[in-house]
């Protein structure tokens, strides 16, 4: 798998949809937009419902007045000659609408493309109408207008009865112009809520940028000091809930730190009694060891009561002397003082040499062709080798098999036994210092350390050590895993 660019991975973290500073652009922006939208709507209706009532108002004001003035002047009953005359007279008054007046006799019309018929049937009946609720003036008629769309312009529409007994006059005032004007306000307002959106989506970065700044001072502080640098602390300014956070994290890191730093002292130090322990415990039990082996060449020969005494401290002495030299071990690898010699050896005589070191050629089967050769350091990998053996055949049962192959860059033997198994509940622990499984090894005499000593053995070879039971149900089978070459020789390992 390729390996991602530092920038492309850090603008995909900020552009990725669950990033705060996405989510807080998105938000002011859906704020900006609803904000703008609803203003400029609010805008336009007013704007529209203003201009149209004002032409609307000024034009039926004209119409009315100049009918008034005009049919003053004309007789009851005008001729269709005197009605050309007065529909021209009422046109033209500088407003620009066009006039349609019609009597049962005759109709004239300021344009032809208007007519009688032109006019909306609802208007025409509403017009003809008197009015029912007039007090002063009964039967006197009203001035109704309707806006309507003719061939794909607006128009105001107004008509009413001059006289009860005069024509009725009808007026078409074009809205184009002012159908105009509102399709330029509406680009305005359209123009000015994508300004407002892209400021708050400019605003939100900057405010994005003010929150986040310390955040992500935050978090790379947090990554630090969970890498183990416990000396990270924030800057801290202001007194905002930010301010109040960084504050925070550096009291807890310095808590962390002090913490940490009594835990490691107290660890220093339990380290330092068990290999003084281990240390001061090597002199007296070197004489012990040779008190024992001189008691234990004689043993035959002392008094029947006496001997079992002398066998039991002989023992106990040995397992005391093997547990201070794990002891001492455990703590190398625990100060980071176990170091490798590293030698290439054949992996199949190692094998044999452990096997033949302590008297278990007859008891162990080995697989393993010759030529195996893997770099190692022989003395730390007999004591895995003898650990893992003798563990199967103290705790496992016969027939031993010790298997040795190569599997690629590494080199892997399989140590198998005969026995009952290894519990399921048991596996996960097997490794554990001073764990013991009684319920399965009932006649354990060690120590516990002996496996987990070998895994810190694979450990610092770069290798590995698995248990698991055979898949056939018979027997446990412990692997060790070992690269061909340790990754670093002759160096410290912990």
Known sequence: MTERHPRATWLARRLRLTSLRIRMIAVFSVVALAAAVSSSGIAYWLNRDAVLKRTQDTTLSD??????????????????????????????????????????????STNEKFTPSTVPTALQQQVEKPCQH?????????????????????????????LPTGPTAYMFKSLDDERRDMDSLAWSLGIATLLALVGAALLAQAAAATVLRPVAR???????????????????????????????????????????????????????????MSHELRTPL????AVTDILEDEADSLDPMIEPAVRLVVSETRRLTELVENLMEVTRFDAGTARMVVDEVDITDLITSTIDARAWLDAVEVDADRGLLVR???????VVLAN?????????????????????????????????????????????????????????????????IAMENARIHGGTISAANAEDGVGAVFTLRLPKAPPTEGSTQQ
């Open 63 to 108: 119409f009315r007045n100049s009918l008034d003035r005009t049919f003053t002047a004309l007789p009851l009953d005008p001729s269709c000659d005197a009605l050309k005359r007065a529909a021209f007279v009422v046109a033209n008054t500088g407003l620009r609408y066009d006039v349609v007046l019609t009597t049962p006799a005759c109709s004239y």
């Open 134 to 162: 007039c007090t002063t003036s009964p039967g006197q008629y009203h001035l109704f207008w309707q806006r309507v769309s003719l061939a794909g312009v607006p128009y105001l529409v107004g008509g009413t009865r001059v």
């Open 218 to 276: 935050l978090a790379e502080a947090a990554r630090q000091l969970g890498e183990g640098n416990l000396a990270t602390r924030l800057d801290v300014t202001g007194q905002d809930e930010l301010a109040e956070l960084s504050r925070t994290f550096n009291h807890t890191a310095a808590a962390l730190e002090e913490q940490v730093d009594e835990l490691s002292a107290r660890e220093r130090a339990s380290r330092r009694f068990v290999a003084d």
């Open 286 to 289: 070197t004489a012990m060891t």
């Open 376 to 382: 190692v350091d022989p003395r730390r990998i007999d």
């Open 388 to 452: 893992l053996i003798g563990n199967a055949l103290k705790h496992g049962g016969s027939p031993v098999r010790v298997r040795a192959y190569e599997d690629g860059d590494w080199l892997v033997v399989e140590v198998a036994d005969g026995g009952p198994g290894i519990p399921d509940d048991v596996l996960p622990h097997v490794f554990d210092r001073f764990f013991k499984a009684d319920a399965s090894r009932r006649r354990s005499e060690g120590s516990g350390l002996g496996l987990s």
